[in-house]
């Protein structure tokens, strides 16, 4: 096992804490330089695994409302946490994209059976909803007065021109 490295269970593992006394005063004290504890660090490795904040806690050795406190008040915990799931949502997203010409074809074939209708049906369902077409109101929509399309492209380019001094400011 690498140094630093403590075996939780189902083949986790976690940094180990140098000191206990340091995980005493982790614990009580918040951390003001804006770096995470080697208990948060923990905690985070465990939530994005898909731990429960139970879970966590007893991994790294603190109550259970402790990290949900680190969830819901602590913002450079919330911050690595949410950098750290975009960073696997990311990887699962590359997977995903890799798969969807696999997807379209068994859908295509699937389309193509003459066999079974009920089939055929099914694949035809999940191509409408996979473009977003299934259930959609599809008649044509807007204004068919000039005057009421000025008025809306002139109220929208207000709404960007207001975002734009707000998010200047």
Not at 34 to 49: K, R, Y
Not at 65 to 76: D, F, G, I, K, L
């Amino acid at each position: 096992m690498a140094a630093g490295l403590t075996s939780v269970s189902c083949g986790v593992f976690v940094r180990s804490m140098t000191d206990p006394k340091e995980e005493v005063l982790s614990m009580a004290k918040p951390d003001k330089t804006g770096q995470l504890t080697v208990q948060q660090e923990n905690a985070i490795d465990l939530l994005v695994q898909g731990r429960s904040d139970r879970e966590a806690a007893e991994a790294v050795g603190v109550a259970r409302q402790t990290v949900t406190t680190w969830r819901n008040s602590n913002a450079e915990f919330v911050a690595e946490l949410n950098r750290r799931r975009q960073e696997v949502w990311g990887s699962q997203v590359e997977q995903l994209k890799h798969l969807v010409a696999r997807a379209v074809q068994v859908l295509a074939e699937d389309l193509d059976d003459v066999e079974d209708k009920a089939l055929r049906q099914r694949a035809a369902v999940h191509i409408l909803r996979a473009v977003g077409l299934y259930g959609a109101n599809l008649a044509p929509a807007g204004a068919t007065d000039s005057e009421a399309i000025k008025l809306e492209w002139a109220k929208e380019q207000h709404m960007k021109n207001t975002e734009r001094m707000l998010y200047a400011s």
